[in-house]
């Protein structure tokens, strides 16, 4: 539903709601888009009400509404009828509306059509269930979202009580609206059945069954239609043309039309919902399509479970691809643009969108105008961040003031909602300062105007020691200043107080008030808000001043332990990417750079002299002259000790040591518009000089000072470190050319590319190998080739692409590293994965692994040394042999790991760095594994597919008990069609176990063993799924989620139906929080946090990147959530706040598929993962374990560079909180 900007008119909220601007309007009222006080999205309808009866409906009509269970419906959540302004807020519901998902894709057909119908039959079912007809349904008020069709917009929805007719304004839209209506009869819920025929019939054919003409004309079209259903399947086409009989009592109630519906599916209706459908006793109380109305004698738990299933049949009808894509909410539009802001940008963000917001004289808060001259500074940082929100629609510009166009925004985005929180006490007096400053100006700077009494002891209170996320422009500090020297001439004890608190202003807009806070109160408050402000500069940092960011974290959680965003900061310097960063101070544009073979030397040359740089110290170490002015080209020899550089004349050597030259010019003259780089090979023997324009290099042996040659007298463009071998790729035209240089002859390499295509080669250090990339139009681009460099022999990795154009091997060949402009990839030849995949921001010259270090260095062509940590990729196994494709989980506690590979199962133990057991054979199949621990971690299940005696192999489980280790039971499960064991899950005693069979097609039923006994209850009518828990409670079992999550009564072995009201629930992961009483939820919709009894939501969800699908895991004390997901990242959560806390681990890809395993240790102190491959990482969490590592990462004390940069970025801080040693 597109959303316009609120009018003048329009309020800026109602109730607890920000509004953020019309979804719609007509004769009945106007729909808002809101968000509540956890920033939760809804729809805010406002009633046109005449009189006071029309009030009192309204209320009737509102609390019938909230009773209507949500399935397949817009659950409504609150009803205000009792303020000058009615109002009714329901769930928003994203997505396109079916009218427009029919006009931009086309009509529904087959089975879809059919699921489309049971969602709308169901919605109206739930509608009629609570007394009430809906009197408006058709396709603009039926939303396609995530979870299937909802029914919305009770605007025109009436209790049968009341008396609907013609003589009073029509209710409804008239091409959809029942025959009997235009007579003057009741509106009863076979109005609605005829509004659903006519839907469905629109759904079919992509037009209106009656189109919407001139008033007179729809209604004597209506009086006599007769519809056309023979394109219409059974029983979609019977139900449809009853729906549309002109006579009301001949119409099947909706619960009819439902129970009729799911006996068309494959397979029919479920036997549990054929029971449910018979025998009932009736009384009065339910719309049943006709005057009167039935209700279920059994309380409504049959009708409960009828809705389900049809909640679960709907729930796979969501907006085809080709339709339009529903809108973020605001808050994740504002952030996206946030996390794009430079750092000047973001430490201006706070005071700009807190500005905006003033305070109302019920004081509460509002939206106000402000001026340009109010902005921090003038303008720089806060006007360009300005521009990027209001080109996306979310600040406008009105006569030289900045506004919110959507004043929601204040709810909707965590991150203002949190600095509107800290600074909320202080709003009003900031205000009141504002306009009070500004009257001032205006009118002279008159000292009448200025503040005086306890109205300017507050200003000046809040201005020197409450103050969070603003600072004082100019004029306002100026205001402040007049009046406090005015109170002290007036009054000798005003005099001091004003003099007092002057002081404290002064020194807190100066940034040296720390020392001099009186109140512990105040001076807390003050340090918070300081590491807030480093947590916050410490994030922009990251990549270009690795090391700073690192010192500022430290100095953030001295400052704020106990604050998410310093913690947050600690675990994201410990799980960077970048480490360091060095720049040269004196880079221009035409020096020439140059990098030791492990990085750690950086030569620049410009202007006849050479400067020297260690990069890891960030000094200089050397600096000598006499070379020519002209150099365009330098090299590096990688032990550092000789230094090649190349001008108009040729090539000339030079020792380092001693700054003199090594013999004469020899080479070529450097070629203007050659693409190729001066550059000496791993062994340091050969030198490549670029001599060929636009095309690649030629080698020269730096020892004999002569070309490598082939035995064809052409110059080779790639050799081994030995000079055995050698490629020629850049003359001639045909294929690349391969040569064995000792005996002059040509070898047969008719895997090799054209020359054409060629765009670069590398021998690996040991001669062995070679990596060439290869320009392949049908793959998108570039590919590398990995190959024995004598037999041609495909290694590990060969293939991949699209990739880029530059090579460098790195530890012994096992690493090679590729890059294209920013973009840099790392290839494990062992496995031939992509073990790294980041933008790093700027375009890549050159690139050198320090392999004792595990860094990576990337030199820029800015004259700068990026340092990357890649010791993850060289983290040993704990278990050896293991493959990534295997599977992994930890148990509680994160004591035992489990670890499939191979057909075979081990179990570790963590602590102890030892196996337990032997390991047990389960045989290779074509579907993983099921593992599961139970809950206090002594047990352990695998299911697989497994060979028990002389039998065929079948689906079983074997259950192992940890104490000691020894396989307790095996058993094969009762499912006779089953192929494998898709999912388990112990109860909390451990005594039973959860098994979900495997199935090809619609699966097998969910069996229940009792371990004890070794037998089995199938719970019919249900299928288990991967992902199964009980509650810790032992009374409800989640299992399944496809396409909505199920939910089990494990006593009575019967499918529960979720309370009224408590919304669509679709597949994902799940987990109980340690105390039971709430369950998160990671699915489409992102990550969500609900009550155990999944009633609802119990807030907003996080902003999480969706599409990734593993479970969340729960600290031992429920406050944070970890997550792992979207870029091979673990994430930690604030379950209170929805705050991140930071990344403890990245895997440094992009789109890697989750297959980490996580848990927490016992005291919640650190948090332990582990792959595939049997790799096991501890992470350490608790504040001051976390700090010593990140000063230990950033290098210790900060030397002169840094703190240099300190004193630029934070002048207003000292140094405490900085790493000591």
């Known amino acids: 539903m597109p959303l316009s900007p609120l009018t003048p008119s329009d309020p800026q909220r109602l109730g607890a709601y920000w509004l953020a601007g019309r979804l719609g309007a007509g004769g009945q009222g106007v729909v808002y888009e809101g968000y509540g006080e956890g920033g939760e999205r809804v729809a805010v309808k406002v009633p046109r009400l005449d009189d006071p009866a029309a009030r009192a409906r309204l209320a009737k009509e509102a609390a019938a509404a909230r009773k209507v269970a949500s399935f397949c419906t817009a659950r409504v959540i609150e009803a205000r009828t009792d303020v000058s302004e009615a109002f009714i807020v329901s769930e928003y519901v994203p997505g396109p509306n079916l009218r427009q998902v029919v006009e931009e894709s086309g009509r529904y057909e087959g089975d879809l059509l059919l699921r489309l119908a049971i969602g709308v039959a169901t919605a109206l079912t739930a509608i009629h269930e609570v007394g009430i007809v809906h009197r408006d349904l058709k396709p603009d008020n039926i939303i396609l979202g995530p979870d299937g069709p909802r029914v919305i917009d009770f605007g025109v929805a009436r209790r049968l009580e009341v008396p609907a007719t013609t003589t009073g304004p029509m209710l409804g839209t008239p091409n959809y609206m029942a025959p009997e209506l235009f007579a003057g009869r009741a509106a009863t819920g076979a109005a609605d059945v005829w509004a659903w025929g006519l839907t469905v019939l629109f759904a079919a054919t992509g037009r209106d069954a009656v189109a919407d003409r001139e008033p007179l004309a729809v209604v004597t079209r209506m009086l ?211 306009d009070a400053a500004r009257s001032w100006d205006r009118d002279g700077r008159r000292p009448g105007d200025l503040l005086h009494g306890s109205t300017l002891d507050r200003a000046l209170r809040w201005a020197a020691a409450e103050r969070r996320n603003v600072t004082l422009i100019p004029l306002e500090r100026e205001f402040l200043d007049a009046a406090a020297t005015l109170a002290r001439r007036t009054s000798r004890r005003r005099g001091m107080l004003a003099a007092a608190l002057g002081v404290l202003l002064v020194l807190a807009v100066t940034g040296g008030g720390l020392a001099v806070q009186q109140s512990r109160a105040a001076a807390r408050e003050r340090d918070e808000a300081n590491a807030r402000l480093l947590a916050l500069r410490a994030s922009d940092l990251r990549r270009r001043d690795p090391r700073l960011a690192m010192l500022m974290s430290v100095a953030a959680w001295r400052l704020g332990p106990s604050l998410p965003q310093a913690r947050g900061a600690l675990y994201d310097s410990l799980s960077q990417f970048e480490v360091d960063s060095f720049t040269d101070p004196d880079v221009t544009a035409a020096t020439a750079y140059a990098t030791s073979g492990d990085g750690r030397t950086l030569v620049a040359v410009r202007s006849g002299e050479v400067t020297a740089w260690d990069v890891p110290a960030h000094r200089e170490v050397r600096r000598f002259g006499g070379v020519s002015p002209s150099v365009t080209g330098a090299a590096l020899r990688p032990d550092g000790r000789v230094l090649a550089v190349q001008d108009d004349r040729g090539v000339r050597l030079w020792d380092m040591a001693s700054g003199t030259p090594m013999g004469g010019v020899f080479g070529t003259a450097a070629v203007e518009g050659s693409i190729a780089e001066l550059e000496f090979d791993p062994s340091g023997r050969h030198l490549a000089v670029p001599e060929f324009r636009d095309r690649l290099a030629g ?64 021998f690996a250090p040991d001669g062995r190998s070679l990596a060439v990339t290869q320009n392949v139009p049908e793959v998108g681009g570039l590919k590398v080739l990995l190959r024995d460099a004598r037999t041609g022999t495909p290694l590990k990795g060969d293939g991949a692409g699209p990739i880029s154009s530059a090579v460098t091997f790195g530890y012994q060949g096992r690493f090679v590293a590729l890059w294209e402009g920013s973009t840099l990839r790392v290839l494990n030849t062992t496995d031939g994965l992509i073990v790294v995949d980041r933008d790093l921001g700027t375009p890549v010259e050159e690139l050198r692994f320090d392999e004792p270090a595990r860094r990576l260095r990337v030199r820029t062509d800015t004259g700068t040394v990026l340092t990357l940590d890649v010791s993850i990729l060289l983290d040993r196994p704990a278990l050896p042999g293991s493959s990534a494709d295997g599977e992994v989980l930890l148990g509680p506690g994160a004591r035992v790991l489990a670890l499939y590979g191979a057909g075979e199962l081990r179990l570790w133990d963590v602590a102890g760095s030892r196996p337990i057991g032997a390991p047990v054979k389960l045989g290779e199949s074509w579907a993983a594994p099921a593992l599961a621990f139970s809950a206090d971690g002594r047990k352990f299940a695998a299911g697989a597919v497994i060979r028990r005696g002389v039998g065929a192999a079948r689906p079983a489980v074997i259950v192992v008990d940890l104490s000691p280790s020894a396989v307790t039971s095996t058993f094969t499960v009762k499912a ?194 582990a792959t595939p491959e049997g790799v096991i990482r501890t992470h350490v969490l608790d504040g001051e374990r976390a700090a010593a590592a990140v000063c230990l990462r950033a290098g210790g004390r900060p030397d002169a560079r840094t703190m240099e940069a300190w004193r630029r970025d934070v002048p207003e801080l000292g140094q405490a909180g900085l790493c000591s040693r």
């Open 224 to 434: 006599g239609f007769v519809p056309d259903t023979g394109g219409l399947a059974a029983p979609l086409g019977g139900l449809v043309a009853a729906a549309l009989a002109q006579d009301p009592e001949a119409r099947p109630p909706a619960r009819d039309l439902l129970l009729g519906l799911l006996g068309g599916l494959d397979g029919g209706v479920r036997p549990a919902d054929r029971a449910r459908a018979g025998g009932r006793a009736e009384t009065q109380g339910r719309v049943d399509g006709r005057v009167d109305g039935r209700v279920d004698a059994d309380g409504g738990q049959a009708a409960d479970a009828l809705l389900a299933d049809g909640g679960d049949v709907a729930a796979g009808v969501r907006p085809p691809g080709a339709s339009r894509v529903a809108e973020p909410d605001l808050g994740t539009i504002a952030e996206e643009l946030y996390q794009e802001l430079s750092e000047g940008e973001r430490a201006v963000a706070p005071e700009v969108f807190l500005r905006m917001i003033g305070a109302s004289e019920d004081g509460g808060e509002t939206i106000r105008q402000v001026p340009r001259e109010e902005l921090p500074s003038g303008g720089g940082p806060a006007a360009s961040l300005l521009t990027v929100y209001g080109a996306a629609g979310l600040v406008a510009e009105t006569d030289a003031a900045f506004t919110l166009v959507h004043p929601a925004l204040v709810q909707a985005w965590p991150r203002l909602r949190a600095w509107v929180a800290e600074d909320r006490a202080g709003l009003p007096v900031h205000r009141r300062l504002t």
């Open 699 to 762: 080698w020269w042996d730096v020892a004999t000072r002569r070309r490598v040659r082939a035995g064809s007298g052409a110059t080779v463009n790639a050799v081994n470190a030995d000079g055995t071998l050698g490629l020629i790729y850049a003359t001639g035209s045909g294929r690349a050319e391969l040569w064995d240089l000792e005996t002059g002859r040509r070898l047969r390499a008719g895997w090799l590319p054209e020359k054409k295509d060629l765009r670069d080669a590398r």
């Open 976 to 1169: 006779r069609d089953a192929t494998a064991v898709d999912g388990l899950a112990f109860s909390p005693d451990g005594a039973t176990l959860a098994v979900a069979p495997m199935a090809l097609g619609t699966g097998s039923p969910l069996e229940l063993w009792d371990l004890r006994r070794g037998d089995a209850h199938v719970v019919q009518g249900v299928t288990g799924s991967g992902a199964m828990a009980y509650r810790p409670d032992g009374k409800l079992l989640v299992a399944g989620n496809d396409p909505e999550l199920t939910l089990v009564d494990p006593v009575r072995l019967a499918r529960v139906a979720r309370p009224r009201g408590s919304g669509s629930l679709a597949a994902g992961q799940y987990s109980f929080s340690p105390d039971g009483r709430r369950v998160a939820i990671r699915g489409t919709s992102g990550l969500t946090v609900w009550d155990a009894g999944f009633r609802g939501a119990s807030g907003p969800a996080f902003p999480v990147t969706q599409g990734d699908n593993s479970a969340p895991v729960w600290s031992p004390d429920g406050r944070v959530l970890a997550v792992y997901g979207s870029g091979d990242r673990i994430t930690l959560w604030d379950e209170s706040s929805r705050l991140p806390l930071g990344t403890v681990f990245d895997g440094l890809t992009r789109d890697h598929p989750p297959e980490l395993t996580a848990a927490f240790a016992p005291d919640g102190r650190t948090l332990v993962s």
